[in-house]
């Protein structure tokens, strides 16, 4: 009997391993934690830190759950070999069938867009209807975009390799590579300042960094954002190309069940509040709505149904064609 007690008291443990780390985590959290008696301990890293973290530990890996952002991580995750698939008809019914892997082995549980940033002063919303428009000789020398090996990009190239095919879209990579103001750097919040400091007048970003900046303490930031339109492109035709935060279960998790009831989890109402909201996303399941100043003043939109699968799959091709085109 007295070696059956730490095995009940470890099933009331679940080992996260997350990327991820927003204000909402506490209250996102201890909901888990009240429902299930279930503790979570919390390992928090960069994106790729975790994933070679949890390679390297394999079979005796303690993690249970790994929370990353963007699709084409949690498929480089994937390749690896660090998930376990999960059938859960709890969460094929809450999330869409385009923001989960097809095979169960991750689930995304908010949305993001990569959106177009102008400079307001400069540039009118309609001359940036589309990712396309962005290919037109008019911005040569106007354009900021971060680095082609940073996922957000490689992400966006494999599902423009997917609906416009690969020809059509290395001449947009190529296109928007001889538009650039400068060579990339910096991360997407570098180009909405740039917009804003007049460098460009033209920028990629995820819309979450504009959102942050909207929404900052700092007055020198809100300031960049009242420079900067923001574009959801493609309304008229396929929709914003949109990505994913998202978890899985890891294959040799110590603490499966509890595993699964958490990823569940964190598709309830609540959770998927706490989710989006700590970061200016979207919750994935439709019918969940989340009270944010700057979403609301963005509106609906149309956005791109491809399985976000898709993204990860088109990286190595992504990459290729990325340095094909010499965008580094
Ligand atoms: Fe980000």
Not at 94 to 115: K, L, T
Not at 240 to 256: D, E, F, Q, T
Request: charged share 25%.
């Amino acid at each position: 009997m007295a070696l059956a007690i730490p095995a009940i008291a470890q099933d009331k443990v679940l080992n996260l391993y997350s990327s991820r780390h927003y204000q909402t985590d506490e209250a996102l959290y201890a909901g888990f934690t009240r429902q299930t008696g279930i503790r979570i301990n919390r390992i928090e890293a960069g994106e790729d830190a975790l994933l070679a973290r949890i390679q390297s530990e394999g079979e005796r890996s303690p993690a249970d759950v790994l929370i990353t952002v963007d699709a084409g991580r949690l498929w480089r995750a994937e390749q690896m070999g660090l998930f376990q698939p999960v059938k859960s008809a709890a969460l094929e019914a809450r999330i869409p069938a385009s923001f989960r892997e097809p095979g169960g082995h991750w689930y995304g549980f908010s949305m993001r867009a990569r959106v177009i940033a102008y400079a307001k002063a400069r540039v009118k919303a309609d001359e940036v209807p589309t990712y396309e428009s962005l290919a037109e000789p008019k911005w040569k020398g106007r354009l900021c975009v971060r680095s082609s090996s940073n996922v957000y990009n490689l992400s966006l190239m494999g599902a423009l390799i997917e609906q416009l095919g690969e020809a059509q879209a290395e001449a947009w990579a190529k296109a928007v590579r001889a538009n650039m103001a400068r060579e990339p750097k910096g991360g997407d919040t570098d180009q909405l300042k740039a917009v804003a400091a007049g460098e460009c007048d033209v920028a990629i970003s995820n819309h979450y960094y504009y959102a942050r900046l909207a929404r900052s303490a700092q007055a020198a930031d809100r300031a960049v954002a009242e420079k900067v339109g923001i574009v959801f492109p493609n309304q008229a035709g396929r929709g914003a190309h949109v990505n994913i935060s998202g978890a899985g279960v890891l294959k040799h998790a110590p603490h499966r069940d509890a595993a699964v009831r958490f990823l569940e989890y964190l598709a309830s109402d609540d959770a998927q509040r706490y989710f989006a909201d700590g970061n200016n996303e979207w919750p994935v399941v439709p019918s969940v709505r989340v009270v944010n100043p700057v979403l609301s003043a963005f509106g609906a939109f149309k956005y791109d149904p491809i399985n976000v699968a898709v993204l990860g799959r088109n990286q190595p091709a992504s990459q290729k064609l990325y340095d094909r085109v010499a965008w580094k």
